[in-house]
């Protein structure tokens, strides 16, 4: 079955391939490596959204969400070698102190005590006292350079293990989500198939895979800051690229700012009133055309499609209210309107 595939380079598109196959030669002859390892680049890359790095260039690739999704089930169900993998990983609170780490930081850095790679999915066993399945995380660097590494020492409860922590290899991951739940305390994993303890990392399969991910449903990190939020449209089912391209269009943004100001057009705050000096143009701008009028070629027009806003209504403006937008008048009309 043809699954075109859209390969987009720094935000801008590269080549729309009619197939993985003419994806893979495209991908191999600009990059200069062999059409196998492309073909599980573009794999992973359009199933999980694993970008793939060549020195500071991203390349991203999209298929739409039936044929990414079915195609998962396909890499999973049959143990593929393309399929995302999962762990289970321990972690001793009293060597170090996992909980206070994440509220400090987005991302981490990791014994690398097996061959994890970008895009692996930890769940981390808090041992000890806990005994339960608490966090989430993903890896963004199977392997960290030794000169980049952070020894972060204040969360280190064992002196003579951070000590230790030093000579050993690093991953870096960032966190997803967390639970509290007795549901995957060590006895109940132990009835989901869990065999015997939990001593080092374990690849995750089964039904005690399936368990263990039924109880994550959020990525935390998702949906707070607009910027960065990726929405998905759908040209026919040729093509998918994130609507936020345009928010961050360096000259869409400016010719927008140019023309409305960098005051927020739903609230009025300006930032540089506010703020002083600090604030100075600084404003989010929004994407307001709807996702299904965009067609393809579509070329944002800044002054129609485009609106500043300050990143509170921007939030107000990507959340969903009984599974709808507000749109700009309405968010308006509602500080208006709700009491003071
Ligand atoms: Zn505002
Ligand atoms: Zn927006």
């Known amino acids: 079955m043809a699954i075109p595939i859209t390969i987009i380079k720094n935000d801008n598109l590269l080549f729309e391939a009619i197939n993985i196959q003419e994806a893979a030669m495209l991908l191999a002859e600009a990059l200069n490596i ?18 793939y790095y060549v020195k500071d260039d991203e390349y991203r690739f999209i298929a739409s969400k039936e044929v990414a999704d079915k195609r998962r089930k396909e890499l999973e169900d049959n143990n593929h070698h393309n399929a995302r993998r999962i762990w289970l990983v321990p972690a001793n609170p009293n060597e170090y102190d996992l909980e206070s780490a994440f509220s400090r930081y987005e991302t981490l850095d990791w014994k690398r005590s097996c061959n994890y790679e970008k895009g692996d999915i930890l769940f981390m ?18 392997l960290v350079r030794t000169n980049n590494v952070t020894y972060d020492s204040v969360f280190w409860m064992d002196d003579e ?9 690093y991953m ?20 989901h198939g869990l065999k015997g303890n939990i001593q080092g990392a374990m690849k995750l399969t089964g039904e005690l895979r399936n368990y263990i991910m039924s109880f994550f449903e959020h990525d935390l990190t998702e949906g707070y800051y607009p910027d960065e939020v990726s929405q998905t449209l759908e040209e026919g089912k040729r093509k998918t690229v994130t609507v936020n391209v345009y928010e961050r269009n360096p000259i869409a943004r400016k010719r927008c700012i140019d023309y409305y100001g960098v005051q927020c057009q739903v609230c009025d705050v300006d930032f540089e009133n506010k703020y002083g000096e600090v604030g100075k143009g600084f404003i989010h701008v929004h994407h307001i055309k709807p996702l299904h009028e965009i067609q393809q070629g579509y070329i944002v027009d800044p002054i129609q499609d485009l609106i500043p806003v300050c990143p509170n209504c921007h939030a107000m403006l990507h959340r969903q209210e009984n599974g709808r937008y507000l749109s700009i008048e309405q968010l308006k009309e509602r500080i208006l309107t709700v009491a003071k």
């Open 34 to 51: 062999t059409i196998p390892r492309c073909n599980d680049l573009i794999e992973r890359g359009y199933v999980y959204n694993i970008p």
């Open 125 to 142: 066993y808090v041992s000890d006292n806990i005994q339960k399945v608490r966090y989430k995380v993903e890896v963004i660097e199977g």
């Open 161 to 169: 293990k951070f000590k230790q922590s030093k000579e050993w290899k």
């Open 172 to 191: 870096r991951f960032r966190f997803v989500d967390e639970v509290d739940t007795d549901e995957l305390s060590l006895k109940k994993l132990r009835e």
